[in-house]
């Protein structure tokens, strides 16, 4: 491996991880390995409360279109981007290894198939186009593929079903993502790509680690500034989840209203609150997106929780910091219901002044002392209490 700063090494291979947006790196986190699973190299590592990418990373783009997040970014697709937006018809997309000459005419050239994510597919669904995905028949064979081209298939097909389930089933055909098979020989094959595919070398594990210890959240970016010297995500939203959310339901939306169609519920997952709810806060605080918010209103008198249901990852990790059980996450919201962009009100609590400390709390059917107050109290009385039956033990004289 070439001598490099890991900065430079980072700068050049154009790959970049935001470690807030990270599910497997929030606290308590959930069990998310979806970009492990994918690399045809294995050359992500989340163990050890820390991320590394080891050598045999080949930029392909897998681990960027299965993350669920958005936490993973990567150069050379953002042609997929700058498509235009007034011209109906397909995009056929091509893979690098096709050479020039036999790409079809007007296709958008990516690194790998496997990179083109399922946010690509409803963006460019948005601008009324049908994303068409070209396979050449060299996938299974190529070290990029690796016997993965089912997950090309899921990715593809995730955003078909997403599409469909906003429109309530009634999708245009000519809208949806699809993969056509046009095989070439694979004797005209230009080279597999691999980790120098974007001008570099790639970033060994000591290197990598050299990166969070300068302070950079940055695992390979060119453009990205240092946001923070810890590998593990604070109790904060990331911003890039919630843009990668943002951009998906905006995208919906579009295809939904040039279409005529109420965008469903169903396009989004549903947070249930149950009566238990004390609001703590602890939901709102590790949200990943910032889809649970918490709201406090001084003129009625109420604290509660609002959400938006498009910034929803359906992680599971609002339910899982709750220390109550209060609440309940659902991969869709109803199927027979439009959707209504948020944020919308969850829970509401009207607060009780505690009679001791003067803190508002939420009351507990007819108590008058917030939780803290009420448990100093009760500690009091076992403590005092047993002491002061110790103490009328020792004093009652034995009876003859």
């Not at 001598?3 to 959930?30: E, F, W, Y």
């Not at 669904?125 to 081209?149: E, N």
């Amino acid at each position: 491996m070439t001598n490099t700063h890991p900065q430079q090494l980072s700068r050049r291979k154009g790959m970049h991880i935001d470690v807030d947006a990270c599910l497997a790196r929030r606290p308590a986190a959930v069990a998310c390995d979806a970009c492990v699973e994918v690399c045809p190299t294995q050359a992500l590592n989340w163990a050890d409360d820390s991320v590394t990418v080891e050598s045999t990373c080949m930029a392909c783009g897998r681990c960027m279109a299965a993350c669920p997040s958005g936490a993973i970014t990567l150069s050379g697709f953002e042609a997929l981007a700058a498509t235009p937006g007034t011209t109906n018809g397909e995009l056929y997309i091509e893979c690098a290894r096709v050479p020039l000459k036999l790409r079809r005419a007007g296709a958008v050239t990516v690194p790998c198939l496997g990179g083109v994510t399922s946010l690509d597919m409803l963006n460019i669904a948005a601008r009324s186009r049908a994303a068409v995905l070209l396979d050449r028949g060299w996938c299974t064979a190529c070290p990029a593929g690796r016997d993965q081209t089912s997950t090309l298939q899921d990715i593809v097909g995730d955003a078909c079903n997403d599409l469909r389930t906003a429109l309530d089933g009634a999708a245009d055909r000519g809208l949806l993502p699809r993969i056509d098979q046009v095989p070439l020989p694979a004797t005209v094959a230009q080279p597999p790509i691999s980790a120098t595919v974007l001008g570099g070398t790639a970033l060994d594990r000591r290197g990598f680690f050299a990166t969070f210890r300068a302070g950079a959240s940055t695992v390979v970016a060119a453009a990205s500034r240092p946001r923070h010297t810890r590998t593990r995500a604070a109790c904060r939203p990331s911003p890039v989840a919630r843009q990668h959310l943002a951009a998906r339901a905006d995208a919906l939306a579009t295809v939904a209203k040039r279409r005529s169609r109420p965008l469903a519920a169903a396009a989004f997952p549903a947070v249930t609150a149950h009566r238990n709810c004390c609001h703590e806060g602890m939901c709102a605080a590790g949200c990943p997106s910032g889809a649970l918010r918490l709201v406090d209103d001084e003129a009625s008198g109420q604290v509660g929780l609002d959400i938006d249901a498009a910034l929803c990852l359906a992680c599971g990790l609002c339910a899982a910091l709750c220390p109550h059980g209060a609440l309940s996450v659902a991969a869709a919201g109803p199927a027979t219901e439009p959707w209504q962009p948020g944020p919308l009100a969850l829970t509401r609590h009207r607060l009780r002044t505690c009679t001791q400390c003067a803190d508002g709390f939420i009351p507990r059917d007819d108590a008058e002392l917030c939780p803290r107050c009420a448990m100093a109290r009760e500690q009091g009385r076992n403590l005092f209490g047993a002491l002061l039956t110790g103490s009328a033990r020792r004093n009652t004289s034995p009876t003859s």
